[in-house]
């Protein structure tokens, strides 16, 4: 791995120097919240520059009094150069990936779906099993969660579930979900004893804050319908929810809150998103083939894991990364191992592509 020259480090270094003056010098608040911001994520980046130019610095002075005429203070500086020359390639390759081009998205909230493929009332009862997978898994991250739709199994779970998930850095860690789910497992109905394979699928959709969509009226038809998600006796019994379909794009969203005129705003907030989906989905294809076997690549037609519940495996296919401790992830209490994995192998092919081209 080829060192980062001074020059670049020290251009995030005066950078975050100049944000940090700036927010000091000005009084408008929507500057100071967009400085604020670019502040907080330059400056763990400036700290590991920091970190690498001084363990470089201590190499050259080591090197040099290595070379003095006092033997004892030379053997010492032998020992610390020992020290520096292990610590300093980890430092220049955590360097590399701070500095790895971010997808844009990263920091933006998400809407999650999870719908039930193929397999009946078992991958309906799946759908629910990854549902409360990501509940638990955001509530260990602090994210907040919002149900927007959802229309349970008939033997329990959900056929379809979408929610809002809001945090820091969501998109950058649940994009890895999207696809298609497999599980294997013996299911409550079977009599025989025999393993079924059902599948359910996941859908990560990032969602920008201001999300600029220009939306037409002659574009999209508005309906009113009676709510008929989950809830028994609090199902709403007024025609309060809202389906909105947009008719250039085929694209149909629905909202089932109490509030007709609440579900007419997360509505259309829905159809932005998907909106920005699709459009994220056209600029990212004419980059397709360069990115096809990298990690990442949100394709929800491809299978992604399998979940083999009596040996207590997940296998995530991507990266053949193969745990025994299903339990524990679809728990969502190492959930995070997986996530972990995806990230370090997108951010290797990164580092690989990135010395390829230099």
């Known amino acids: 791995m080829s060192s980062l020259s001074l020059t670049r480090l020290q251009q995030v270094i005066d950078r975050f120097e100049e944000v940090e003056a700036r927010m000091g010098a000005t009084s408008d608040s929507k500057e100071i919240i967009t400085l604020s911001k670019e502040h907080s994520e330059l400056r763990p980046v400036v700290e590991k520059?920091?970190?690498?130019?001084?363990?470089?610095?201590?190499?050259?002075?080591?090197?040099?009094?290595?070379?003095?005429?006092?033997?004892?203070?030379?053997?010492l500086a032998r020992m610390e150069i020992g020290d520096l020359k292990d610590q300093l390639p980890a430092l220049e390759q955590a360097m590399q990936i701070l500095l790895l081009p971010k997808d844009v998205d990263d920091k933006a909230n998400v809407v999650l779906e999870v719908r039930a493929g193929t397999g009946g009332d078992e991958a309906a009862l799946f759908a629910g099993d990854l549902w409360r997978m990501y509940m638990r898994y955001a509530q260990l991250q602090g994210w907040k969660v919002e149900i927007v739709d959802a229309s349970e199994g008939e033997a329990g779970g959900y056929k379809e579930i979408i929610a809002n998930v809001s945090g820091d850095g969501v998109f950058g860690r649940m994009k890895w979900e999207s696809g298609v789910h497999r599980v294997q497992r013996v299911p409550a109905?079977?009599?025989?004893?025999?393993?079924?394979?059902?599948?359910?699928?996941?859908?990560?959709?990032?969602a920008p804050e201001n999300i600029e969509i220009d939306i037409r009226v002659e574009d999209i038809r508005i309906d009113t319908m009676r709510a008929s998600g989950a809830g028994g006796q609090h199902v709403n019994k007024t025609d309060s929810?809202?389906?909105?379909?947009?008719?250039p794009s085929g694209i149909v969203v629905t909202s089932s809150e109490k509030s007709q005129h609440v579900n007419r705003e997360k509505?259309?907030?829905?159809?932005?998103?998907?909106?920005?989906?699709?459009?994220?989905?056209?600029?990212?294809?004419?980059?397709?083939?360069?990115r096809a076997n990298m990690v990442g690549s949100g394709d929800r037609s491809a299978k992604v894991r399998t979940y083999n519940y009596p040996e207590n495996r997940v296998t995530d296919h991507r990266i053949g990364l193969t745990l025994y401790a299903l339990d524990r992830i679809v728990a969502g209490d190492k959930l995070n191992d997986v996530v972990e994995a995806l990230i370090t192998e997108d951010q290797a092919r990164?580092?690989?592509?990135?010395?390829?081209g230099s």
């Open 267 to 290: 509505a259309m907030d829905q159809l932005k998103i998907r909106l920005y989906e699709k459009l994220r989905h056209e600029r990212d294809s004419a980059r397709a083939e360069a």
């Open 189 to 206: 109905t079977e009599t025989q004893g025999r393993i079924h394979t059902s599948a359910a699928t996941v859908a990560i959709l990032p």
């Open 350 to 356: 990164k580092l690989a592509a990135m010395e390829a």
């Open 49 to 75: 520059a920091r970190e690498l130019l001084a363990a470089r610095r201590g190499l050259a002075d080591a090197e040099a009094l290595a070379g003095s005429g006092d033997p004892e203070m030379a053997d």
């Open 241 to 247: 929810a809202v389906r909105i379909t947009h008719f």
